[in-house]
């Protein structure tokens, strides 16, 4: 089984605030994956996590409510293994989330965050 094959057995969970992104986003991911979980800020994607389990997180660090770095500290401890991509306009210090597997910086490129998934979870698997 493929890499694309594999993603259509698995969960993914795409937190974002803004709507535009996490529909456009989130309209491609659907094509790819075998099901998507969508939240709006970092409470919704931790209490979406803890319910489904997905295989893959992916988040903005800056949202309302709970923020991305939050919620990845939430779920790291929870799960220390579950791949989490960042995606954020900010490349600064302040932004730096050593909890997260990778970050990809905006504006997004469907392709690059279609093969960031598959990295991740690949990497995951050899240990």
Same mark, same amino acid.
């Given at each position: 089984?493929?890499?694309?094959?594999?993603?259509?057995?698995?969960?993914?969970?795409?937190?974002?605030?803004?709507?535009?992104?996490?529909?456009?986003?989130?309209?491609?991911?659907?094509?790819?994956?075998?099901?998507?979980?969508?939240?709006? @800020? *970092?409470? %919704?994607?931790?209490?979406?996590?803890? #319910?489904?389990?997905?295989?893959?997180? &992916?988040?903005?660090?800056?949202?309302?409510?709970? @923020? *991305?770095? %939050?919620?990845?500290?939430?779920?790291? #401890?929870?799960?220390?293994?579950?791949? &989490?991509?960042?995606?954020?306009?900010?490349?600064?210090?302040?932004?730096?989330?050593?909890?997260?597997?990778?970050?990809?910086?905006?504006?997004?490129?469907?392709?690059?965050?279609?093969?960031?998934?598959?990295?991740?979870?690949?990497?995951?698997?050899?240990?």
């Amino acid at each position: 089984m493929d890499a694309t094959e594999k993603l259509k057995q698995l969960t993914l969970l795409y937190v974002e605030d803004e709507d535009i992104a996490r529909l456009s986003i989130g309209s491609f991911l659907r094509r790819y994956m075998g099901e998507l979980l969508l939240a709006s @800020n *970092g409470s %919704e994607g931790l209490q979406l996590y803890q #319910e489904k389990r997905p295989a893959v997180v &992916i988040t903005d660090l800056e949202m309302p409510v709970m @923020n *991305g770095m %939050e919620m990845i500290r939430k779920i790291r #401890e929870l799960d220390h293994s579950i791949p &989490i991509i960042i995606t954020t306009a900010y490349d600064d210090d302040a932004h730096y989330c050593p909890e997260a597997d990778l970050t990809i910086l905006k504006p997004i490129s469907f392709m690059e965050l279609l093969q960031a998934v598959k990295d991740c979870l690949a990497a995951r698997e050899k240990g």
